[in-house]
């Protein structure tokens, strides 16, 4: 006659549990074993095990030690409840509990697990054999130092259909991550000293953090997700803020991929203040380009020229970028304690090494008066004259293009336009005007590194001026040539006045009173 109970108590040391296909084992254990007839209890006291699941690792891990209360049913369908197990893996603590149920053709795995604090080195140790190449490699690059100072894992679902691709089953881990440096992308800048919440996703990773240092700017915010681990084709998301000086902006700008983009590095040269810089990068686990699209926002920053006299204070507003091109509409500004708007057009493919600046305000005769006293220390007839003639305001656009020439030389060209609606000029025909109408005004003039030779003036299709400039003496100028009619000036006399060109009709008695001679052995040319 069979007993109508079965108990046995042990000890045991080099014990092996392993599946029926050999895929799943765990060997080296020791401790004590109670078996009933209806399940097997362990309770694990085990120094220098090994784990190996074959369906996700390549390799046994190596268990430092285990304490593990574990009960085998051994009923239709084998199952194992892991009642309470702590093990450190790799120098890594391990907590965890749940059940493993063995069905054909796979097990059923349904694990809530707790890390301890680590060396975040050792996270890509557990990363499984799912994990593509690529991805590993750039996990094992991009997480440089730190500490996981904490981790939670739920796994629940079949062995073999991980990773869960149409909610096959449920695996998350959230791991958070301190004192790390990340280190996202090759070429660009590091961030430092970050804590950062890492959160696995079935086939997402998702990555965030409010805290950390790229230099010395401060980030804000930063988002990093990977969508979809099982893709061919993998690209990293991520979004950033950094706030700082406008130096640390600079290093960030200098020491990454943006250094190629001629705006932004014309930008960030002539910036002084706070500013903010969000960012957006597409990079691709392969040889694809990252894609990229930021904005710079200002907050009562400085822009300083390399032209003399074209200083920005109290800059306000938000420029868009990519990696080649930049642009911007309806930045507020003061210059010269008048406020302007500034526009940066967003430039063709074709065109990377140039650049586009309007600079827009309503200016009076004071401001003009202004403008030349700086522009032209030399000009104080002119400057008389304006303050004599001028009267009232209107709507002035002035526009920068600068390009790159082929000795690497800076060009600028500088257009002013002006319809002069809402200006008087008290002057003789066909200068003078009311103050109501439109007589479009334009000045033009070529700055090659920061030398300026000639300025052309175009006065309502009906006067042409060249002022040549001696730049060996603060842009004083030394000689004028007026063309008449409609035509600019052909050539160019030894006068330092001249007048060339035909009208109807000049009432030269009127210009007389206006024009001192007395001083000058000019000729009058027509």
């Given amino acids: 006659k069979q007993p109508d109970t079965l108990k046995l108590n042990t000890n045991f040391e080099g014990f092996n549990i392993s599946s029926r296909d050999k895929q799943h084992w765990l060997n080296g254990l020791a401790g004590q074993v109670s078996i009933d007839n209806k399940l097997l209890r362990l309770e694990l006291d085990s120094q220098k095990s090994q784990l190996y699941v074959g369906t996700l690792y390549e390799k046994p891990l190596e268990l430092e030690t285990v304490n593990s209360t574990i009960e085998l049913n051994y009923a239709q369908t084998p199952e194992i409840n892991i009642i309470e197990s702590d093990i450190i893996a790799n120098e890594t603590p391990v907590k965890t509990s749940g059940n493993i149920r063995f069905d054909a053709p796979s097990p059923f795995v349904d694990l809530v697990t707790q890390v301890g604090k680590t060396d975040i080195e050792k996270i890509p140790s557990f990363l499984p054999v799912q994990t593509k190449a690529k991805l590993a490699t750039w996990l094992k690059h991009a997480l440089a130092g730190g500490e996981l100072s904490s981790g939670d894992l739920v796994y629940r679902g079949y062995l073999t259909d991980f990773p869960f691709k ?68 993998k690209n990293i998301l991520i979004n950033g803020r950094l706030s700082g000086h406008t130096s640390d902006i600079r290093n960030f700008i200098e020491q990454s991929p943006l250094n190629k983009n001629s705006g932004l590095v014309d930008i960030k040269d002539n910036l002084a203040g706070n500013i903010l810089l969000d960012i957006d990068l597409d990079i691709p686990l392969d040889e694809r380009k990252t894609a990229i699209n930021g904005e710079i926002t200002f907050s009562d920053t400085t822009f300083i020229s390399s032209m003399p006299g074209l200083s920005l204070e109290d800059i306000n507003g938000k420029v868009q970028f990519t990696r080649n091109n930049v642009w911007a509409s309806d930045i507020a500004a003061l210059y010269y304690g008048k406020p302007v708007t500034l526009a ?17 305000a309503d200016a009076d005769k004071a401001f003009i008066v202004n403008q030349l006293d700086i522009f032209f220390p030399e000009s104080d007839d002119i400057s008389a004259s ?13 526009t920068i293009n600068s390009a790159k020439q082929t000795d690497n030389k800076t060009s600028k060209l500088i257009e002013i336009n002006t319809n002069l609606d809402g200006t008087s000029i008290a002057l003789p025909e066909p200068i003078g005007k009311d103050k109501q109408g439109a007589r479009p005004l334009s ?6 590194d920061s030398i300026i030779e000639k300025i052309d003036i175009s006065y309502d299709d009906t006067l042409f001026t060249d002022i040549m400039l001696d730049n060996t003496q603060d842009l004083k100028v030394k000689k004028i040539i007026v063309g008449l009619g409609d035509d600019d000036p052909i050539s160019e006399p030894d006068n330092d006045i001249s007048f060339q060109g035909e009208l109807d009709r000049l009432d030269l008695s009127e210009w007389i009173k206006v024009f001192n001679f007395r001083n000058t052995n000019n000729r009058l040319e027509q």
């Avoid at 304006?386 to 002035?398: K, M």
């Fill in 443 to 448: 000045i033009k003039t070529r700055l090659l």
């Fill in 166 to 233: 149409n909610d096959e089953g449920k695996f998350k881990a959230i791991l958070n991550i301190a004192n790390a440096t990340l280190d996202y992308n090759k070429g660009w800048p590091p961030i430092d000293n970050t804590d950062i919440e890492v959160i696995f996703d079935n086939e997402s990773i998702y990555a965030s953090t409010n805290y950390g240092y790229v230099f010395d700017a401060k980030i804000s915010s930063i988002n990093a997700v990977i969508k979809d681990l099982t893709a061919k084709q």
């Fill in 344 to 360: 940066i057009p967003k430039l063709e493919q074709a065109a990377p090494a140039t650049r586009k600046f309007i600079l827009a």
């Fill in 386 to 398: 304006i303050n004599d003639y001028l009267n009232g305001q209107s709507r002035w656009e002035v």
